[in-house]
């Protein structure tokens, strides 16, 4: 039961930062970021600010880095727990940044496999071997650092995680 309520709070880590990138990049699309509600942000000389241009947000690093700080300041991590929970955090964003890697490793053969006169089966089933392949190392992957950050969490801790999930929504 409570790895499976850890696996949730993983999911709806990942969620939660997949909704605040989405949101981000809409921002730059329609004119900039200011951190805040008030439009674009602009450097002294009428430049898009210290981004770096316009729509460069932040690295997916950092959004993933900035997430596990917010998870840890919510769940009240103290320093003993602090290192197990970053190493978790960072084999899981490790293991996302392959999928994504392998999903978009697909995208030509998937192209080659769609532009004959006949759809080839075979190449089609070895692209989709290769994402369920991805897919599993990633869940296990995910599975490994739920079980890791779930041992070091106190009895109170857990409540809060699984109180803050029960509340997520997803849009």
């Known amino acids: 039961m409570s790895s499976c309520l850890v696996v949730g709070l993983c999911l709806f880590g990942l ?6 990138a989405f949101w981000r990049h809409r921002a730059f699309a329609q004119g900039g970021y200011s951190g805040r509600c008030c439009g674009p942000r602009r450097g ?21 880095r900035a997430a596990g700080e917010v998870l840890k300041r919510r769940l009240e991590v103290d320093e003993e727990q602090e290192p197990i929970v970053d190493h978790a ?21 998937l192209a080659d496999a769609l532009r004959g006169e006949k759809l ?9 071997a290769r994402q369920d392949d991805a897919l599993a ?9 739920v079980k890791q950050i779930h ?8 409540k809060k995680a699984a109180d803050w ?4 929504t997803v849009a």
């Open 151 to 158: 041992a070091v969490l106190d009895a109170e801790q857990r």
């Open 120 to 128: 080839d089966d075979g190449a089609l089933a070895a692209i989709f």
């Open 165 to 168: 999930l029960a509340k997520a």
């Open 15 to 20: 969620v939660s930062m997949a909704r605040a």
């Open 89 to 109: 955090l960072d084999d899981l964003h490790a293991s996302l940044k392959e999928l994504k890697a392998e999903l978009s490793a697909t995208h030509a053969p």
């Open 44 to 64: 002294r000389r009428g430049g898009w600010g210290k981004w770096g241009g316009r729509g460069a947000g932040l690295a997916g690093e950092q959004v993933a």
């Open 137 to 145: 190392r990633t869940r296990r992957e995910a599975l490994s650092a």
